[in-house]
């Protein structure tokens, strides 16, 4: 549900972004890259619905446009309840010549009874600069979220 976009949740992937604009501010080129044009791809994903814990969340992102060079994409990751195995997840970017990346997240089937949860991710544009053309153009929805299943029961009292 879109609603979640707002929700302050867990950001995962800020190590990755930072150091992303830091090497990028640090070539110093002015040069444009080649996907700073009007031609830039269309990235959308998709994810189901929900899983059971200890299978991994699975999102699949897709472009469609200039495929010709890698191109790193700029997620924010929530997550409610506790069904991660690594909160460090890694940058994750097209090879060049990819039309697909996938990202999977593995999650932990532990023997703790917990209510279900979800995890949550928000494709956002990549190094925005009002009145530029983006490096690629996220396509709606923005947010899909899998809600994890617990698959344990109450321990008998
Ligand atoms: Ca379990
Ligand atoms: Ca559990």
């Given at each position: 549900m879109f609603v979640h976009t707002i929700r302050l949740g867990a950001l995962l992937a800020v190590a990755a972004v930072i150091a992303a604009f830091a090497s990028i501010a640090s070539a110093g080129t002015p040069e444009v890259p080649?996907?700073?044009?009007?031609?830039a791809p269309v990235v959308s994903f998709t994810a189901p619905d929900s899983i059971t814990e200890g299978e991994p969340a699975v999102f699949t992102f897709t472009r469609v446009g200039g495929l010709s060079s890698d191109l790193a994409l700029n997620l924010d990751f929530f997550l409610e309840g506790?069904?991660?195995?690594?909160?460090e997840i890694g940058e994750l970017r097209f090879a060049a010549g990819e039309a697909e990346a996938v990202l999977s997240i593995p999650t932990e089937d532990d023997d703790t009874p917990e209510p279900d949860g979800y995890i949550g991710v928000h494709l956002q544009p990549r190094y925005y600069t009002p009145g530029v053309s983006q490096p690629y153009n996220p396509e709606s929805p923005v947010y899909l979220e899998i809600v994890v299943r617990d698959n344990d029961r109450p321990a008998a009292t």
């Open positions: 080649p996907a700073m044009r009007d031609d506790r069904f991660l195995l690594d909160y």
